[in-house]
């Protein structure tokens, strides 16, 4: 069906006269779109007026239920189709899908794309036509871009994110909003306030009950009571939340013994396998209490670091949310090409963990990782490994995906943008990574894509047979110095072919600069004369470009000191945490 020819349409775009705010915020966002691409208004009113041709309509219009159309579809998958006396029908179960519908739309016919919350692109075009009906649900119910500038409205409602920390109104269809969504044992009762007068409510480490990082014991009646009237008094405070978080607090398990291993909590956790048996039970058991009065209440848990192996023997309550964290494994090859090559591996092991957990819920959602929390602006090359996960996880049967970058104020680490719109395009579809890269790197960075794709590959295929650790530092064995050295022709290229470029563009290429600069100034020997000049010039241009963090919540003048005092950055004896809570 034709829509648009050259200037020229016969439709008119329709929302019902009680239409909500978002899809008639949807009508609007096709026809600006539509005319910025083709010059061809669309006429858009209510159903109020009179109908003066075949509509294009958004939603249920003039007293047809389309919903009809989205059987077998989630809530926020959508169809878009042509009936026959010419209508097209934009619909969905929710509000939000049908805006979802208008953006999956305007991205095929006119390729709009939010590379980032300010910088968008599209393709200017003469015809605009409808074949065949395009049906498209999503892979994740929970999709989430754990990037600065990922959390602005702009970015996640084009690319499709309901992410719970994104500035997400109604206009744009809200989102599943979440009380918390982090480590919650000791909000739910404080050591500080509970400790002293009743240790029994915390952990027992050798036989004796602990205050410092310490959680609670899951075998003590009271400590259930407890938490169900503080989840209870949480749900009620916040009447616009989903979804609540009962879930253990962070403290690197890995090297403490932190869960209760109290003679109840311990013989529970025997007999299933795992110290996520305890958790799991718990939770069931909150989620059970809260189910009749507050049946659409979502309850999340980590399945992390002690508690990451599943339990034998439990299924999980249908209302709790469990999310496996990956942060053990290593990101220089996906998770299955690390399982494979090494199948006694830290991948092996989390993709069993993984498989096992896909048995256990139909409410899997992952925290996975595409950062250095160590040294923010270090390239990761972590893009084919990340997207091959991506893929993996809908294969399981995954729910909700959650990708974390750097989510400090100013943004901006290695390619957090490219990775950003790489995780959100595959958490709505399926797409080719080197498909991806390409576009977002001709629009990006315009004349200095060629030079800027060459420079991803050389670390991407560098780091095949290395490892890659979020926590790496700049004498790790991916940067050799002749990948230094060729990391800075590529750049140095790169910057030539900008600099006839508008100021954003070039702006772009110079972001991604400061991650080579970076690489080389910490790796350079302190007795260099020059270190010091070239510190204090690198520390100027990142303030330019609203960095705000190179360590994982440290300051920024902290951090330029101990790039000055220690090579690669090491030295951070007296290093402390901005520690935030993101909500």
């Known amino acids: ?21 978002c899809t008639r915020y949807a009508a609007g966002e ?57 209508d097209i029908v934009f619909i969905s179960k929710s509000e939000r899908g049908i805006l979802y519908s208008v953006y999956y739309f305007l991205e095929k016919v006119i390729k709009l794309n939010y590379l980032d919350s300010e910088f968008y692109s599209f393709d200017y075009v003469n015809k605009i036509d409808l074949n065949e009906e395009i049906k498209h649900d999503l892979p994740f119910e929970y999709r989430e871009c754990y990037f600065t500038d990922s959390f602005k409205e702009s970015f996640a409602s084009h690319n499709l994110l309901n992410s719970n920390l994104a500035k997400l109104g109604t206009h744009v269809g809200g989102k599943t909003k979440w009380f918390n969504c982090h480590h919650s044992f000791s909000d739910l009762i404080s050591p500080d306030e509970y400790f002293d007068t009743h240790p029994e409510y915390f952990s027992e480490i050798d036989g004796k009950r602990v205050k410092v990082h310490t959680e609670l014991c899951l075998s003590n009646s009271d400590v259930f009571k407890l938490c169900l009237k503080r989840v209870k008094e949480w749900i009620k405070n916040n009447p616009d939340c989903k979804v609540f978080s009962v879930a253990q607090d962070e403290w690197m398990g890995h090297w403490i013994r932190m869960a209760c ?42 399945a992390y670091q002690y508690s990451r192996k599943p339990p034998v023997g439990l299924k999980v309550h249908k209302n709790v949310i469990v999310r496996l964290t990956n942060i053990e494994c ?9 399982a494979k090559r090494d199948p006694n591996g830290r991948n092996a092991l989390f993709l069993q963990d993984l498989i096992g957990w896909s048995k256990l819920t139909n409410r899997l959602y992952i925290w996975d990782y595409a950062v250095n929390f160590r040294n923010y602006l270090l390239p990761f090359p972590c893009l084919r490994s990340m997207t091959k996960n991506i893929e993996l996880y809908k294969r399981i049967g995954v729910k909700g995906l959650l990708m974390q970058g750097n989510f400090s104020a100013g943004g901006k ?23 991806l890269i390409k576009y977002f790197c001709d629009k990006y960075y315009g004349k200095a894509s060629s030079a800027i794709i060459k420079y991803i590959n050389l670390f991407e295929d560098n780091i095949k047979d290395k490892t890659l650790w979020l926590y790496d530092d700049a004498d790790s064995e991916l ?27 070039k702006k772009h290429v110079i972001g991604l600069k400061l991650s080579q600069d970076y690489l080389e100034i910490v790796r350079t020997p302190l007795d260099d004369k020059s270190r010091n000049n070239r510190i204090d010039e690198f520390n100027i241009e990142i303030r330019k470009q609203g960095i705000t963090e190179l ?4 300051n920024l003048d902290y951090s330029i000191e101990v790039m000055k005092k220690s090579r690669y950055a090491k030295d ?11 909500k």
Request: proline content about 2%.
């Open 330 to 338: 290593s990101w220089n090859e996906s998770i299955e090409e690390g």
């Open 413 to 435: 680490g290695y390619l957090d943008e490219l990775k950003s719109f790489i995780s959100a395009k595959m958490m709505r579809g399926d797409y080719k990574l080197d498909d």
């Open 261 to 302: 291993e109290c003679e109840h909590c311990k013989a529970f956790d025997d007999a299933h396998g795992s110290q996520s048996a305890s958790i799991i039970n718990f939770v069931n058991k909150i989620a059970e209490a809260l189910e009749e009065e507050y049946p659409d209440i979502l309850i999340h848990t980590f």
């Open 572 to 582: 951070r004896s007296d290093w402390y945490s901005l520690y935030y809570i993101m």
């Open 1 to 21: 069906m034709n829509i648009i020819n050259k200037e020229y349409t016969k439709y008119h775009i329709c929302y019902d006269k009680d239409a909500g705010e």
């Open 479 to 505: 940067f050799s110095d002749e990948i230094v050295k060729w990391g800075r022709l590529l750049i140095d290229e790169a910057l030539e072919l900008s600099k006839d470029e508008c100021e954003i563009i």
């Open 551 to 554: 360590f994982e919540r440290t």
């Open 30 to 86: 096709l026809q600006k779109y539509l005319y910025k691409a083709s010059l061809c208004l669309i006429p858009l009113f209510s159903s109020k007026c009179e109908r003066r041709g075949p509509e294009i309509h958004i939603g249920n219009t003039r007293g047809n239920d389309y919903t009809k159309y989205c059987e077998g579809l989630s809530n926020e998958g959508f169809v878009i189709k042509v009936l026959d006396n010419e």
